[in-house]
């Protein structure tokens, strides 16, 4: 089965903790993204990355940092200098990131509560 | 201007009736168009790409653009209680050297039977 998996469901975070989102795609994809959605908001580009090694800060980069050594792989680690981080995490991955096509499918969510 | 403006709704509908969704984009939004339902509490899932003018068809969607007046719609017929969700129609941004899509908060749409 192809497709993006994204661990955990669900995920809670003392104040000051840093906390890592996995995610992981065996579409062959090159490209990936992380994604912030906030209740009745769109989303949100935090980071992406169009080849192994290599990623760009996206709209909303502070307070997080992420990391490409694979091509299946991109975590997201969610550090305590982000303030509010309480939302609704999105992974996403693309056959390519330039050119006219750049459909983009997601995984399941990673939903992160602060306490 | 934002760059993706998307009525949030809710867009209320009869089933079997016709719900009609719009976007419109900014001058930074080109080449790409895309729709998104996305069931609450759920990860948005792709329903259609439309890269070119005119209509294009799948199933019970159509999805119609106009890049000159920078608008894209959807076209959802004999809705289905099913189609309650939130459609996003995100576009397609070059900047920096890569291409990036911008999303709107979406449309809620809710199919009463």
């Known amino acids: 089965d192809g497709g993006i998996t994204q661990s955990p469901k669900y995920l809670f975070r003392k104040e000051g903790q840093n906390v890592t989102l996995s995610c992981e795609q065996n579409?062959?994809?090159?490209?990936m993204y992380w994604y912030r959605q906030d209740p009745g908001q769109g989303l949100r580009l935090i980071y992406y990355?169009?080849?192994?090694?290599?990623?760009q800060k996206g709209d909303i980069a502070e307070g997080y940092s992420v990391s490409r050594e694979k091509k299946e792989s991109f975590p997201l680690t969610v550090t305590s200098a982000q303030k509010n981080p309480t939302a609704f995490y999105l992974c996403?991955?693309?056959?390519?990131?330039?050119?006219?096509?750049?459909?983009?499918?997601f995984g399941p969510g990673t939903r992160l509560t602060v306490l | 201007q934002k760059e993706v403006e998307q009525n949030s709704g809710p867009l209320s509908v009869p089933e079997g009736a016709i719900a009609s969704l719009n976007c419109t984009y900014s001058?930074?939004?080109?080449?790409?168009f895309f729709w998104y339902r996305q069931y609450s509490g759920k990860s948005p899932e792709l329903i259609m790409s439309?890269?070119?003018?005119g209509d294009k068809e799948d199933g019970r969607f159509t999805a119609q653009l106009n890049k000159a007046s920078q608008y894209v719609s959807l076209l959802i017929r004999d809705s289905q209680p099913s189609d309650s969700a939130t459609y996003l129609c995100?576009?397609?941004?070059?900047?920096?050297?890569?291409?990036?899509?911008?999303f709107g908060a979406g449309t809620r749409l809710a199919v009463h039977p």
């Open positions: 996403a991955s693309s056959q390519k990131g330039q050119g006219a096509s750049n459909e983009q499918f």
């Open positions: 579409l062959n994809h090159d490209a």
């Open positions: 990355s169009q080849i192994v090694n290599d990623f």
């Open positions: 001058d930074r939004v080109s080449q790409s």
């Open positions: 439309i890269y070119s003018n």
């Open positions: 995100p576009g397609n941004v070059f900047s920096g050297g890569y291409n990036k899509l911008i």
